[in-house]
């Protein structure tokens, strides 16, 4: 009796399930394509985008631990089993000939039971909404130097990138996201003055500042002289961008292969003008709809003034 209570017990919080991978994952890869064993705790699901963020232990022969969004490949079935707090065992299939330049596929789900499932722990190199942004220093595009502290005051949204990256989906869509709204906001005396727009490259070695300024004005414009009252762009040396990256959970690698490529996953958060977070945006999933929503949250639009032509004068 005491052996039949332990294993309805044991069944009652281990389910074992092994995706079978879809039908095409494997021609979705290159020849070129790298695999890894990856394990770890899943702290968000997003049956929509088919995505999952996991909180991962350290992958072997290509990157330490972290949190971190993943693209999922796999069968209709394994979202029916996904859920946060599940762990998984997974390959992790790095592939820079690709659509996407990494996912994951063949899980392995081992989920406790959903009766009392204690929370996931916060992860603490993983940033939380309410959490203070840590100090940095980086210079931008007109080679001055910026801290967190100088958009105290402002609601700050930043995001990251690097300007070689030639994927549409991914930097190019982020400096679009945000050389539009900064546009929008430009034509905005009262936003113009409380919104900043912080891009952080992760590529130092080429992303120089006078490149950066460059890279920018493609962006903003060549007809007319960029504006960068708004939308910034900026640099540091790696370790002070690691720093930053870390606490908003991006995770980025120089591809083994190619060296002028850099493997990477996606964040954009908006920063209270108290210099805490309120809301980080996983993917490239966010529209500019949304985020300009939640900037006007922090800082309502200036109403627009009505001019009440004065009466004419009665004729004599």
Known sequence: M?????????????????????????DQASANAKRYKLKGKVLSVNKMTKKVTVNHEAVEGYMEAMTMEFPVHAADGVWNELDTGVEVAADLVVDNAGKNPFWIENLVISAPAKAGQT????????????????????????GKKVSIKDYRGKALAITFIYARCPLPDYCIRMSVNFSDLAKHFAADEGMKDNVRLLSISF?????TPEKLKAYGAGYLGKDAKPDFTVWQLAVGPDAEVRKIADFFGLRYETDANDKTQINHSLRTALIGTDGKVIKIYSGNDWTIAQLLKDIEAVVPPTPQKIVIPAPAAKPK
């Open 203 to 207: 590529d130092p070695t080429n992303d």
């Open 119 to 142: 929370d996931v722990p916060v992860d603490g190199n993983f940033a939380q909404v309410g959490q203070e942004v840590p100090d940095f220093t980086l210079t931008n595009q007109d």
């Open 2 to 26: 005491k052996s039949m209570r332990f294993l309805i017990l044991f069944l009652s919080f281990v389910l074992l399930f092994t995706a079978c991978k879809s039908a095409g994952n494997s």
